[in-house]
């Protein structure tokens, strides 16, 4: 971990695209920190696109799932106070920066609505053929593991081939999520890197 890059309150876009390039991603103390610290882990957590695991239970959710139609939401959900975590590492720099990469078709969402409420979602980076899962949230009992399983099945199906989880929880266990030493991370972010999918349309 390394600290810090700079205070105040914008990160230039291509260089968020450069950092997560090569294999270091931004966060924040808290919401009201105005400093950013790039981080670069010694071990990465991946979830290998042919190995999710999923229960038939999440496959029956009864939720309406949608790509982009929220950010700001999604966004809000995600820097959200909750149950084991008061704070979030969402500031306004963090915010700033994402809100532009979504602009520019670099960042997506993943919703889970019911009856016209969002109550549960994930957000993340794209580049190239790799996907930088940032964050997620739920409002609704298993809204963002289906959130995670949709995201699966449009990576897959869209040429993805990488979905980086920066660190592993033992909830991302459960779907298959694996350690891995920086050196392979990052050779496999250097593959994932050239060539080109498209998320979202």
Same mark, same amino acid.
């Given at each position: 971990?390394?600290?810090?890059?700079?205070?105040?309150?914008?990160? +230039?876009?291509?260089? $968020?695209?450069?950092?997560?390039?090569?294999?270091?991603?931004? *966060?924040?103390?808290?919401?009201?920190?105005?400093?950013?610290?790039?981080?670069?882990?010694?071990?990465?957590?991946?979830?290998?696109?042919?190995? $999710?695991?999923?229960?038939?239970? $999440?496959?029956?959710? +009864?939720?309406?799932?949608?790509?982009?139609?929220?950010?700001?939401?999604?966004?809000?959900?995600?820097?959200?106070?909750?149950?084991?975590?008061?704070?979030?590492?969402?500031?306004?720099?963090?915010?700033?920066?994402?809100?532009?990469?979504?602009?520019?078709?670099?960042?997506?969402?993943?919703?889970?609505?019911?009856?016209?409420?969002?109550?549960?979602?994930?957000?993340?980076?794209?580049?190239?053929?790799?996907?930088?899962?940032?964050?997620?949230?739920?409002?609704?009992?298993?809204?963002?593991?289906?959130? $995670?399983?949709?995201?699966?099945?449009?990576?897959?199906?869209?040429?993805?081939?990488?979905? &980086?989880?920066?660190?592993?929880?033992?909830?991302?266990?459960?779907?298959?999520?694996? &350690? *891995?030493?920086?050196?392979?991370?990052?050779?496999?972010?250097?593959?994932?890197?050239?060539?080109?999918?498209?998320?979202?349309?």
């Amino acid at each position: 971990m390394t600290r810090p890059f700079a205070p105040g309150d914008h990160i +230039p876009p291509d260089l $968020l695209l450069k950092a997560y390039a090569n294999g270091v991603f931004p *966060m924040g103390e808290s919401a009201d920190d105005p400093d950013v610290f790039w981080v670069r882990p010694e071990t990465r957590g991946i979830i290998p696109l042919d190995g $999710l695991h999923v229960s038939k239970t $999440l496959r029956q959710a +009864p939720f309406e799932i949608f790509f982009d139609r929220d950010f700001e939401a999604v966004l809000a959900g995600c820097a959200e106070a909750r149950s084991g975590r008061m704070s979030t590492w969402i500031n306004a720099p963090i915010r700033t920066a994402y809100r532009e990469l979504f602009a520019r078709g670099h960042c997506h969402t993943v919703e889970a609505w019911r009856d016209g409420r969002l109550v549960g979602g994930l957000y993340g980076v794209t580049l190239g053929r790799a996907f930088f899962g940032e964050s997620m949230f739920s409002r609704e009992r298993d809204a963002s593991k289906v959130c $995670l399983v949709h995201l699966v099945e449009r990576l897959r199906a869209r040429g993805f081939v990488l979905l &980086d989880t920066q660190f592993t929880t033992a909830h991302l266990k459960r779907f298959g999520a694996v &350690d *891995m030493p920086r050196r392979r991370y990052e050779s496999l972010l250097a593959e994932a890197t050239t060539g080109h999918a498209v998320f979202y349309p």
